[in-house]
């Protein structure tokens, strides 16, 4: 049995598709059990803004990584690549056909290749960490632009996480920050990759309406709790888009148009930058999900 990996922009329809592929498995007499790989459906709690799928969504496949991080508690690619590694291997073991699926790009890179992690300093991370807070994004960027010219532009001003993080690497190392898959990468295990794409006039529409719907599920209540939650105590969560625009909303620092209007604009430019990560991916031709639940148990 192979491993299959749904991934692509947001909006394009990925946890349905992986459901669909699982039941199409069932249908074969098999099993299927789901993987995770959105960073941000891992925290309890966030279920409107990441567009989670309800436990009667999930149609009794078995999903894991699902929220398994509080909201102040910071996410790390390196512990979610060994709980994701195990997971699959426990899922393997048990016979079932795993499904990991979600557009968070580096997340589902560390799974799927032989992925080296940059060296890494306490003391020095927690010093730029405090920097980021103090001077803000825009100004590690223009550090990190300065170093690491490409680093800089492949992860743009807006994501402090990643330019602490690449600041860190390029400190301790001298060498320039790796951002994404080198030319070489190899699958770690036999996989077939579904990129799930839809044309960029459609889904343009289909973010906007998707972020309108987040604001009349209730985002703004939600976040009202996640704050109760302790969510502006860690970095990682907060910055989550439609989060930090429905905090600020309920800070009356901006109105709901401008909440909403300031989350289309982050979902669109986030949604270009996955596409551009998962182009990277080996070209797979499009199938039904039967032919890939065949494909999967080696059955064509």
Not at 27 to 43: F, K, P, R, S
Not at 102 to 120: E, H, I, K, N, W
Not at 231 to 250: N, S
Request: aromatic share 4%; proline share 4%; charged share 25%.
């Amino acid at each position: 049995m192979r491993l299959i990996a749904v991934v692509g922009a947001t909006g394009t329809g990925k946890t349905e598709r992986s459901l669909e592929i699982a039941d199409a498995i069932i249908g074969l007499g098999e099993t299927a059990e789901i993987v995770n790989c959105d960073a941000m459906q891992l925290y309890r709690g966030m279920d409107i803004g990441t567009a989670k799928a309800s436990v009667a969504e999930r149609r009794g496949h078995p999903h894991h990584l699902l929220d398994v991080l509080e909201p102040w508690q910071d996410a790390a690619v390196a512990q979610y690549r060994q709980a994701a590694l195990a997971a699959l291997e426990a899922i393997e073991a048990r016979g079932a056909v795993p499904i990991l699926v979600g557009g968070s790009g580096l997340y589902a890179s560390s799974v799927l290749y032989d992925f080296a992690f940059p060296a890494t300093d306490a003391q020095l991370r927690a010093q730029l960490e405090a920097e980021l807070v103090q001077l803000g994004a825009t100004e590690m960027h223009g550090r990190l632009l300065r170093v690491d010219p490409a680093a800089a532009a492949a992860i743009g001003p807006h994501n402090g996480r990643r330019l602490v993080r690449a600041l860190e690497a390029v400190t301790l190392t001298g060498e320039p920050f790796r951002v994404g898959l080198p030319p070489e990468a190899a699958l770690l295990r036999p996989t077939i990759i579904q990129h799930q794409r839809v044309e960029r006039a459609e889904l343009v529409g289909r973010l906007d309406r998707r972020v309108e719907r987040m604001w009349s599920l209730g985002i703004v209540e939600e976040a009202r709790r996640l704050r109760a939650a302790g969510i502006e105590r860690g970095t990682t969560a907060q910055q989550a888009i439609g989060y930090r625009q429905a905090l600020d909303q309920l800070d009356g620092t901006v109105t709901e148009a401008e909440a909403i209007a300031q989350t289309q604009a982050l979902t669109r430019r986030y949604a270009r930058r996955q596409v551009s990560w998962f182009q990277r991916y080996p070209a797979a031709p499009a199938a039904d999900a039967a032919a890939i639940a065949h494909q999967a148990l080696d059955t064509l």
